[in-house]
């Protein structure tokens, strides 16, 4: 039997859980979004908010598996398959996490009545103007609108289509307006910690 060579097993198992998370967060782009979070002790997170709320979000736990046939022969499990098989279990965490984090972020919007549901039609002016009404949008110091980030479902070009077209620009301008005078004075109200 070979030795072991604990040092080398390590960094290899570092270097695999690195590619995993990359390779995942390549197939589901908001998981690149979020940054890390450790968390040692507890089963869950709380967020307070300035009005007194709270939001409570369990833990769920995300499995990936692989299995390897005892007859497969060793020149077989070449740097090019140890890749396929990495790309095998990014793939289901990337599956695994996105449905607990769609998931999640419906719960949120339902419950503050954020909910723009299209009835399974496909995107429409109509559709997009009502969704960006119903959102608290975000302004830079000198005005600027940041655009939130949407996540399309297949549906990408299509919403880059009503996106360019002139009547939607004119009906966001509108909307922008006034959430931007929102904005403004939610900032202008907030009680700064100090």
Known sequence: MLPTFPRIQQ?????????????????????GMVSHNIQFEGAGHAIERHDDTVSETAMT???AELTFSMDMPLDDFTPAELL?????????????TSKYFYAEINKATEAV?????????????????????????????DGRWKPPTLFTGGNAQLINDIH???????????VLRQKRDDYRRREADRVLAG
């Open 11 to 31: 960094h290899r198992m570092e270097d695999n859980f690195l590619t995993v998370n990359m390779l995942a967060a390549q197939m589901s782009p908001m998981l």
């Open 61 to 63: 736990t995300v499995t």
């Open 84 to 96: 396929r098989r990495l790309g095998e279990l990014a793939e289901q965490k990337a599956r695994g």
């Open 113 to 141: 009545g954020n909910v723009v549901d299209g009835g399974g039609q496909p995107p429409s002016e109509d559709l997009l103007i009502d969704a960006y009404s119903r959102m608290e949008h975000t302004f830079d110091a």
């Open 164 to 174: 360019a077209s002139a009547s939607f620009q004119r009906r966001l301008g509108d």
